[in-house]
């Protein structure tokens, strides 16, 4: 079931008596109930303002915003408020308020004029910290949690307001690598298995990868829409974040630093050893060739290169 | 997992906290009554609740002295201390800003204004007509002090929907540098006894309000002080900045509206009677966090009113200095009193940040 969906819609701004500057344009974007998209692209690619736009926190230049079925802007504030709940990059100080509270004013639209908490709110606040696994941080006050505590806090209050969609701009950003993976464990399980609708903007290329049900990749106007391996197969990410100084490489997934070539070397060996031996070389300039005429040969704990044995990469690379 | 340890966890309880909201009410019947029992003339207790009851004190100047003096004085200064905390704690949050009071948005220089252009630049001739400094120490003053005041109300009402917190912040700023200027300009040129006059009014009294300016600033207070009722709840989803408030379905344009009618309605009104009456309005919504250790608006709107009554009471009784003759300057006491215990609430919390969310 389609929960948030546009027409034809241009996103951009529209500067205080100037021409309005389109950030994209003609997008028919859909994003189903127990669907988790990830939204990748370059800085200033225009993600926050697709996010901002469909959050319906900024009018589109062109096109409409509907949720569930309704023009967002035609919505009241609070019943956008119960249909979709975001999480933001910003960190905030929420003052002497326990995640507990925090939590509970994602019953906000729900709360009569002085937001009191019925039974049946508490309850939904108390399942939203479960949801995130976050129950032993009930009682602690906001300030004093880690960013991947906040994070997960932000996210049950996200789920207090008993959304259908959710949108998250760079939930991850941070984060160290075993919370950014649970962050998203945590995303994906809502997704799949509760039927929300989840959308979030990252720059983490690989865990996007093996997470996503689908990637919104927006680059330079362009939103290409695919599975993550699609998008790799047919040469988008390397065409969105062409230039700039590195190239994506399509073997692995992953980037590469262009670095000033210092010419090829082979390197004689099998295993870990080797594969990171490669690594160690690509990464001070040289390219690794296994019919170069020079070699770095790997023996079980030194290196050999030329005449000379070597400790440590470190030392080999330095002496290279 | 450990669901079992889960099972026995206690969810934390989001309620007031009544004994110490009772403490305060307390705390606040006490100073009430000592109030109107001491001052140069000491009155005993008993006495003075005979003369509360309609009966016949053991002398009769007590009951002019309580009914005409000091019943008044205690009611102002109940309604100024809860008006400028409550203005104080709005506009705190409202512009995420610890150092934020009452008369950011320059109330109290658009009020300070108008009372230096009616005492100080009346001509020593139209002086002469107005007669005597008493008729511009109370009525003209207030007067000047009100439309001083609602100026700069309507102007703050008129450029809050065009600009962000800010700029709006810093347009206040502005504007305070702009009348201190005017009014040294008027001070460098007014006679010494205008001067005085002038010089009076800022130090700031809860004595001057008649029972007949109490008419019209109770309904006041009373209106604003409900509004700002009203805005606990837009208030803590402001904590969470703008962008989130908006996303939990607060519309934000009139949350801000409502609050700072509100909060200038209580500034200005405060400032028109008592003039401008410094520090409890930024101290108070500090003591109110370090008390209840919260920043949930639902407790700290009434816990602010009665910390700020309970403050400006006891501000105004050493004040008094009972059993002299003598009257301290309400301004000075305020901020005597008041800066040491702010300094010690901060370091105790060791992070202001942290305890108002900013």
Known sequence: MAMLQTDTLTIGYRPHRRPAHIVS????????????????????????????????MQPPLGGRVRLGGDDIASLPSRTVAKRLSIVLTERIDAGLLSAYALVALGRYPYTDWRGRLTAADETIVQNA????????????????????ERQKIMIARALAQQPDVILLDEPTAYLDLPRRVEIMQILRRLAHDDGRAILLSTHDLHLAMRSADAIWLLANGKLHIGAPEDLVLNGAFAAAFAGEGVTFDPMSGSFHVAHAHRGSIAVVGDGVRAVWTARALERVGFQV???????????????????????????????? | MNTTTNEHTHWPRLALRPYRLLLLIGLLLLTFTLSLSLGSVNIPFADVITILTGGEPAKATWSVIILKIRLPRAITAVLAGAALAISGLQMQTLFRNPLAGPFVLGISSGASLGVALVVLSVSTAAGGLLASLGFLGNIGIVLAATLGSAFVL????????????????????????ATSAIVSILL?????????????????????????????????????????????????????????????????RRARWLILVSASMLAGAITAYCGPIGFVGVAVPHLCRSLFNTSDHRVLVPGTILIGSVV???????AQLPGSDTVLPLNAVTSLLGAPIVAWVILRQRNLRASFGG
């Open chain 1, 25 to 56: 344009e003609k997008l028919d974007l859909t994003l189903e109930a127990g669907q988790l998209i990830c939204l990748l692209g370059p800085n200033g690619a225009g993600k926050s303002t697709l996010m901002r736009t469909l959050a319906g």
């Open chain 1, 129 to 148: 910290i479960d949801a995130v696994g976050a129950r032993p941080l009930a009682h602690r006050p906001v300030s004093q949690l880690s960013d991947g």
């Open chain 1, 289 to 320: 060739d296994a019919a170069a005429p020079l070699r770095v040969i790997c023996h079980p704990t030194t290196w050999e290169y030329g005449t000379a044995e070597y400790r440590s990469l470190a030392h080999l690379t330095k002496h290279l």
């Open chain 2, 154 to 177: 309507i102007a703050v009402m008129l450029v809050a929907h065009r600009v962000n917190n800010m700029t709006l912040l810093i347009l206040g700023l502005l504007f305070g540098y």
């Open chain 2, 188 to 252: 460098y040129f007014a006679i010494a006894e205008r001067i005085q006059a002038y010089i009076a009014w800022t130090f700031g009294s809860f004595g001057g309000v008649t029972w007949g300016q109490l008419q019209v600033l109770i309904p006041v207070i009373l209106f604003a002080l409900s509004i700002a009722w009203l805005s606990a709840k837009p208030l803590n989803a402001l904590l969470l900045g703008e962008a989130y408030a908006r996303s939990l379905g607060l519309t934000i």
């Open chain 2, 312 to 318: 400006a009471l006891t501000a105004d009784l050493v």
